[in-house]
């Protein structure tokens, strides 16, 4: 702890400190519940989109066959590309963090007659898949920035709690004793000034 200055002015400091991490605390208490929640929150819509993705992976394994093909997956990648990712930002608690809103497919034309008949199918799922994997990735940097100014925020409440406050609170206590002493001091050596003058009379 570093050292005080045992005066009134530094009473008067400490006294003011004081009030403005009691006052400051509540709020960054707040804050901190609030994070818990969200990202709470935010683990359970990860763990539900993760679920939702492998569902629909395993749904898929009847096209595997089809997809084994490296001419077929070629095929379908040369045929398809994201033209655009949509998302807004959302505050939440402090935080801003991306929101998916939509994805745009750029898909090349080709002939119904041409291509194999489960193109078509084949290229929905792979933009269903992609959307899942894109909105899994957004998911995750929302609870990184969450979790982020989680920790930051608890680390602050700590340093209000366990660290300003108490200590703030000790250096009142000393510092009043300190005066409470110079007060008796004064006192008794008003008393025995007093006492010497009567003396001398």
């Known amino acids: 702890m570093p050292k005080i200055k045992l005066t009134k002015s530094e009473l008067k400091s ?8 009691s006052r400051f605390l509540p709020t960054l208490q707040l804050k901190k519940q609030q994070l818990q929640l969200e990202t709470r929150k935010c683990q359970d819509a990860m763990e539900k989109l993760s679920g939702e993705k492998n569902k ?7 096209w595997i066959a089809v997809f084994g093909s490296a001419d077929s997956t070629k ?5 398809l590309s994201v033209a655009a990712i949509n998302t807004s930002v959302n505050n939440i608690a402090g935080v801003d ?3 998916f809103e939509s994805i745009e ?3 090349v034309q080709y002939s119904l007659f041409e291509e194999d008949p489960w193109l078509d199918d084949a290229i929905a799922a792979v933009k269903k898949l992609v959307e899942l994997k894109t909105r899994e990735k957004i998911l995750n940097e929302q609870y990184d920035r969450i979790a982020s100014e989680l920790r930051t ?4 409440v700590n340093l209000f709690e366990k660290v300003k406050i108490p200590e703030s609170k000790e250096n009142i206590r000393v510092i ?3 005066l409470g002493d110079q007060d008796t001091a004064g006192v ?7 006492s010497k003058m009567q003396g001398t009379a």
């Open 153 to 156: 925020t608890t680390q602050r």
């Open 97 to 99: 963090v991306p929101v």
């Open 176 to 178: 009043q004793i300190y």
């Open 105 to 107: 497919f750029k898909t």
């Open 14 to 21: 400490q006294r003011d400190s004081l009030r403005q991490f």
């Open 56 to 62: 629909f992976i395993s749904d898929l394994k009847s």
């Open 188 to 194: 008794a050596r008003a008393k025995i000034a007093k």
């Open 75 to 79: 095929n379908i990648t040369s045929l």
